[in-house]
Nanobody, 120 residues
């Protein structure tokens, strides 16, 4: 009843930019927060950036100054602008939505992931 879908990943050279998009849909009463996580092969999934319904943001130290998380006009949309990309940014990026649902569970919902590869 709740779906989270990411898009925008791809192959980019070091120093390049990508913009990831995420949309949450379904039986959603409200969204407390949305965020981006990433997981590289053999690594744990880590928080990249998050934004609350009130607009507060948090970033991993490794991406501060390079990545920007933002909300769309629709509250169910979130974006991640990634600039000055580095090879170590290579990972599968997952969108997360902390959802209050109608007639379905409330909590975290995850997208399927989108691959970001930074390579020359």
């Amino acid at each position: 009843q709740v779906q989270v879908v990411e898009s925008g990943g791809g192959l980019v050279q070091p120093g390049g930019s990508l913009r990831l998009s995420c949309a949450a849909s379904g039986s959603i009463a409200s969204i407390n927060a949305m965020g981006w996580y990433r997981q590289a092969p053999g690594k744990q999934r880590e928080l990249v950036a998050a934004i609350t319904s009130g607009g507060s943001t948090n970033y991993a130290d490794s991406v501060k100054g390079r990545f920007t998380i933002s909300r769309g006009n629709a509250k169910n949309m979130v974006y991640l602008q990634m600039n000055s990309l580095k090879p170590e940014d290579t990972a599968v990026y997952y969108c997360n939505a902390d959802v209050i649902g109608w007639f379905t569970r409330s909590g975290d919902y995850w997208g399927q992931g989108t691959q970001v590869t930074v390579s020359s």
